[in-house]
């Protein structure tokens, strides 16, 4: 019994580990399963993401300590303890790219996308034209793209940085991708200078 004891803990340790950072938990089934399942449908039905702005002195490269109280009994915390902060602020590059792997969209600046295909029979490949709008953003402008196939890989990606626009509101961008048809993920980032990132699929 004791074997078997260690053996489910072995087994078990990644998951407990990929749980933790994710942020989730591992609920343990006997039976149907329901309750599991009721506590997941409870969980997802409302939810609250916190982040925070470090300061200057929290650049330093180091780990720091997190902590995360609510005041409401009977609510559950799901909260990093450790985080560590570059300690320099991150390119438009890494934004971009952390904006196009992200499964989440950047709600930071407004962007509008329009996609358009046109088919080279002679090649036999397919011509992506991308027309996109951001508004409300702080010059110059970095905007990156990139088409994913059904399977997540990358069949074409580009990012344009310097992106200066006229003087009104909104920034136009246009560009374009030459792939292989086949049904693609389109997916689109933008970052101003003061680092408010958007995007939109």
Known sequence: AIATMEDREVESAGLYDLATQARGAV?????????????IA?????????GFEPEAGDRDGGSHDIKVAVSRSKAT????????????PPTPKELLAAALRSPLVDRGLPV???????TDAA?????????????????PLSVAFALADAAGKVAASRAYEGIAGGEGEW???TAEAVVDPAAY??????VDAGGRRGSVE
Do not use: C, D
């Open 27 to 39: 609920l343990r089934v006997i039976g149907s399963g329901e309750t599991a399942f009721q506590r």
């Open 42 to 50: 409870r969980e997802m039905m409302g939810y609250y993401l916190l």
């Open 77 to 88: 915390v799901r909260a990093r303890g450790l985080l560590s902060i570059p300690a320099a």
């Open 112 to 118: 509008r996308l329009a996609a358009y295909t046109l």
């Open 123 to 139: 090649a036999g490949k397919v011509r992506v034209l991308m027309a996109a709008r951001v508004g409300g953003s702080t010059r």
């Open 171 to 173: 920034v136009e961008f």
């Open 185 to 190: 993920n389109l997916r689109l980032a933008a």
